[in-house]
């Protein structure tokens, strides 16, 4: 499998998870149907801190520079979202995180990192337009930013994967991991929506 091959068919395999991750649901989901900015920044400290201790948590166990910088990211993302809310104490790990946690080698761990960053990237678009509407462009510029951080770091975990797997095997794993990290993501999605009455689907 080639690096080009192994993000085409992931994108594909998770099409409808995504999609919804990126859906306004996504947002009544993570604030627990608190559509307040408030509400939406405590929910986006609460999966920078856990994303941080996460990956710094891989950078101590092993070699590959890209973790300690997925950590290094997360730690000034946490800083930057806190900023605009003052005193904020992180308490919740966010289902991907648990997922993630679970994973114990590089190869699925890069796998997992690409898929945290997929599922990370729809709703950091999603945040951005919704303090588009609320006319803070700044906030939005923040979440915009955040989400290109996202994709360079998917890319460069794609990158680390065609260095690191040795055969299809490998690329199998870092696929699984992948996909795992995305439907966990997904799964708490429909659990908190059901939890409220709403309809995981959308309406057409």
């Known amino acids: 499998m080639t690096a080009d091959g192994f993000l085409d068919t992931l994108c594909d395999d998770n099409e409808t998870a995504l999609s919804r991750l990126g859906s306004s649901k996504s947002l009544y989901a993570l604030t627990g149907g608190e559509m307040d900015a408030d509400a939406v920044l405590a929910a986006a400290a609460d999966d920078a801190n856990a994303a941080a201790e996460t990956y710094g948590a891989w950078a101590d166990d092993g070699d590959v520079a890209l973790f300690a910088e997925a950590a290094a990211a997360e730690r000034d993302h946490y800083d930057d979202v806190t900023a605009e809310i003052g005193d904020h104490d992180a308490t919740a790990t966010p289902a991907v995180y648990v997922y993630l946690d679970g994973l114990d080698d590089p190869v699925a761990r890069l796998g997992g990192l690409v898929g945290a960053s997929l599922a990370g990237k729809q709703r950091a678009t999603q945040t951005s337009g919704f303090f588009t509407g609320e006319a803070d462009p700044s ?54 929506l059901e939890a409220m009455g709403v309809n995981p689907k959308p309406v057409c």
């Open 139 to 192: 906030t939005a510029s923040l979440f915009r930013e955040y989400g290109s951080t996202l994709e360079a770091r998917r890319d460069a975990a794609v990158d680390a994967l065609a260095d690191l797997a040795d055969d299809d095997g490998d690329w199998d794993r870092a696929a699984d991991a992948a996909s795992g990290a995305v439907q966990a993501a997904y799964d708490d999605y429909v659990e908190k």
